[in-house]
Protein backbone atom coordinates (compact mmCIF):
# COMPACT_ATOMS: atom_id res chain seq x y z
CA UNK A 1 0.00 0.00 0.00
CA UNK A 2 1.25 3.42 -1.05
CA UNK A 3 0.04 6.39 1.42
CA UNK A 4 -0.03 10.44 1.04
CA UNK A 5 0.24 12.04 3.95
CA UNK A 6 -1.22 15.49 4.16
CA UNK A 7 0.22 17.36 7.01
CA UNK A 8 -1.70 20.36 8.31
CA UNK A 9 -3.79 21.70 5.72
CA UNK A 10 -5.73 24.03 7.98
CA UNK A 11 -7.37 27.08 7.61
CA UNK A 12 -5.16 28.65 10.39
CA UNK A 13 -1.83 27.72 8.45
CA UNK A 14 -3.36 28.85 4.95
CA UNK A 15 -4.92 32.15 5.37
CA UNK A 16 -5.81 32.25 9.14
CA UNK A 17 -3.60 33.07 12.03
CA UNK A 18 0.35 32.11 10.83
CA UNK A 19 -0.96 32.19 7.23
CA UNK A 20 0.68 33.06 3.97
CA UNK A 21 1.16 33.67 1.04
CA UNK A 22 3.03 30.49 -0.16
CA UNK A 23 0.60 28.37 1.98
CA UNK A 24 -2.83 30.11 -0.39
CA UNK A 25 -0.53 29.33 -3.47
CA UNK A 26 -0.38 25.37 -3.20
CA UNK A 27 -4.10 24.68 -1.93
CA UNK A 28 -5.00 23.82 -5.31
CA UNK A 29 -1.86 21.92 -6.05
CA UNK A 30 -2.60 19.63 -3.32
CA UNK A 31 -6.03 19.12 -4.30
CA UNK A 32 -4.73 17.81 -7.25
CA UNK A 33 -2.68 15.79 -5.52
CA UNK A 34 -5.25 14.06 -3.64
CA UNK A 35 -7.42 13.92 -6.30
CA UNK A 36 -4.76 11.79 -8.70
CA UNK A 37 -2.84 9.97 -5.71
CA UNK A 38 -6.50 8.31 -4.72
CA UNK A 39 -7.14 7.42 -8.62
CA UNK A 40 -3.80 5.53 -8.21
CA UNK A 41 -5.13 4.20 -4.77
CA UNK A 42 -3.18 5.20 -2.63
CA UNK A 43 -4.63 5.76 1.08
CA UNK A 44 -4.72 9.65 1.97
CA UNK A 45 -4.18 10.27 5.92
CA UNK A 46 -4.88 13.42 6.88
CA UNK A 47 -2.82 15.61 9.86
CA UNK A 48 -4.30 18.42 12.04
CA UNK A 49 -2.08 20.04 14.63
CA UNK A 50 -4.46 20.36 17.31
CA UNK A 51 -4.40 22.65 20.64
CA UNK A 52 -6.85 23.15 23.40
CA UNK A 53 -7.68 26.54 24.91
CA UNK A 54 -4.80 26.22 27.42
CA UNK A 55 -2.26 26.49 24.16
CA UNK A 56 -0.95 30.04 25.29
CA UNK A 57 0.23 28.35 28.70
CA UNK A 58 2.21 25.46 26.65
CA UNK A 59 5.97 24.97 25.78
CA UNK A 60 5.21 25.26 22.54
CA UNK A 61 2.70 28.53 23.18
CA UNK A 62 5.84 29.82 25.27
CA UNK A 63 7.77 29.47 21.96
CA UNK A 64 5.34 30.64 19.38
CA UNK A 65 3.16 32.70 20.96
CA UNK A 66 -0.02 32.87 18.18
CA UNK A 67 -3.01 30.71 18.88
CA UNK A 68 -4.19 28.91 16.76
CA UNK A 69 -5.76 25.62 15.32
CA UNK A 70 -7.61 25.25 18.49
CA UNK A 71 -9.73 22.15 18.69
CA UNK A 72 -13.34 22.60 17.17
CA UNK A 73 -12.70 26.39 16.04
CA UNK A 74 -12.34 26.96 11.88
CA UNK A 75 -8.64 27.63 11.95
CA UNK A 76 -8.59 24.03 13.24
CA UNK A 77 -10.76 22.54 10.26
CA UNK A 78 -8.81 21.05 6.57
CA UNK A 79 -9.33 23.64 3.74
CA UNK A 80 -12.76 22.56 2.48
CA UNK A 81 -11.40 22.61 -0.83
CA UNK A 82 -9.27 19.24 -0.51
CA UNK A 83 -10.98 15.97 -0.75
CA UNK A 84 -11.12 14.31 3.14
CA UNK A 85 -13.64 11.54 2.19
CA UNK A 86 -12.09 8.10 2.67
CA UNK A 87 -9.30 9.89 4.44
CA UNK A 88 -7.90 8.86 7.88
CA UNK A 89 -7.74 12.11 10.19
CA UNK A 90 -5.04 11.83 12.54
CA UNK A 91 -5.07 14.91 15.45
CA UNK A 92 -1.59 15.46 16.47
CA UNK A 93 -0.95 17.49 19.65
CA UNK A 94 2.71 18.70 18.58
CA UNK A 95 4.91 19.41 15.17
CA UNK A 96 5.67 15.44 14.84
CA UNK A 97 3.29 12.71 15.66
CA UNK A 98 5.07 9.96 17.25
CA UNK A 99 2.15 7.48 16.88
CA UNK A 100 2.78 6.75 12.99
CA UNK A 101 3.57 3.19 13.35
CA UNK A 102 0.24 2.55 14.59
CA UNK A 103 -1.91 4.45 12.27
CA UNK A 104 0.40 2.69 9.43
CA UNK A 105 -0.05 -0.68 11.15
CA UNK A 106 -4.15 -0.48 11.77
CA UNK A 107 -4.43 1.25 8.16
CA UNK A 108 -2.51 -0.59 6.46
CA UNK A 109 -1.79 -4.03 7.92
CA UNK A 110 1.98 -3.55 7.74
CA UNK A 111 2.29 -4.11 3.99
CA UNK A 112 3.47 -0.58 3.34
CA UNK A 113 5.21 0.20 0.17
CA UNK A 114 6.09 4.13 -0.04
CA UNK A 115 5.00 7.39 1.52
CA UNK A 116 4.48 11.16 0.35
CA UNK A 117 4.43 13.88 1.98
CA UNK A 118 2.69 17.52 1.58
CA UNK A 119 1.60 20.46 3.17
CA UNK A 120 2.41 22.47 5.80
CA UNK A 121 4.79 23.66 6.96
CA UNK A 122 7.71 22.32 4.95
CA UNK A 123 10.55 24.02 7.60
CA UNK A 124 8.68 22.31 10.92
CA UNK A 125 5.41 19.96 10.69
CA UNK A 126 6.24 18.31 7.82
CA UNK A 127 10.71 18.07 8.03
CA UNK A 128 9.39 16.98 11.84
CA UNK A 129 6.94 13.79 10.48
CA UNK A 130 9.08 13.39 7.19
CA UNK A 131 11.71 12.31 9.79
CA UNK A 132 9.97 10.68 12.20
CA UNK A 133 9.11 8.03 9.05
CA UNK A 134 11.93 7.41 7.63
CA UNK A 135 13.38 6.54 11.34
CA UNK A 136 10.22 3.86 11.01
CA UNK A 137 10.47 3.01 7.89
CA UNK A 138 13.97 3.26 6.26
CA UNK A 139 13.63 0.59 3.65
CA UNK A 140 10.89 2.21 1.92
CA UNK A 141 10.36 5.12 -0.25
CA UNK A 142 9.71 8.32 1.80
CA UNK A 143 9.24 11.76 -0.60
CA UNK A 144 7.92 14.84 -0.49
CA UNK A 145 6.65 16.93 -3.16
CA UNK A 146 7.74 21.21 -2.98
CA UNK A 147 5.38 22.26 -5.13
CA UNK A 148 2.78 20.89 -2.67
CA UNK A 149 4.38 22.48 0.63
CA UNK A 150 5.40 25.67 1.88
CA UNK A 151 7.69 26.82 4.76
CA UNK A 152 7.40 29.68 7.05
CA UNK A 153 9.21 31.47 4.51
CA UNK A 154 10.81 30.09 1.36
CA UNK A 155 14.22 30.49 2.84
CA UNK A 156 13.31 28.10 5.65
CA UNK A 157 11.02 26.09 2.96
CA UNK A 158 14.48 25.35 1.60
CA UNK A 159 16.58 24.90 3.66
CA UNK A 160 13.94 22.03 5.34
CA UNK A 161 14.04 20.75 1.43
CA UNK A 162 17.91 20.23 2.06
CA UNK A 163 17.86 18.73 5.62
CA UNK A 164 15.43 16.05 4.18
CA UNK A 165 17.50 15.25 1.22
CA UNK A 166 20.52 14.80 3.56
CA UNK A 167 18.53 12.69 5.26
CA UNK A 168 17.49 10.07 2.51
CA UNK A 169 13.77 11.83 1.69
CA UNK A 170 13.45 12.20 -1.85
CA UNK A 171 12.39 15.45 -2.94
CA UNK A 172 10.34 14.95 -6.30
CA UNK A 173 11.34 17.53 -9.15
Known sequence: MKALVVID???DF??????TAEAVAIVPAVAEKIRSRKA??????FTRDTHGEDYMGSNEGKHLPVVHCIEET???????????AGA??????SFGFTGWADVMEDMLGGDLEEIEL?????????????LILKALYPEIRISVDPACCA????????AALTTMK?????IEE
Open 14 to 19: IDGSLG
Open 40 to 45: EGWQII
Open 151 to 158: GVTPATHE
Open 74 to 84: PGWEINGSLDT
Open 166 to 170: MCQIE
Open 9 to 11: MQK
Open 88 to 93: LVVNKP
Open 118 to 130: VGLCTDICVVSNA
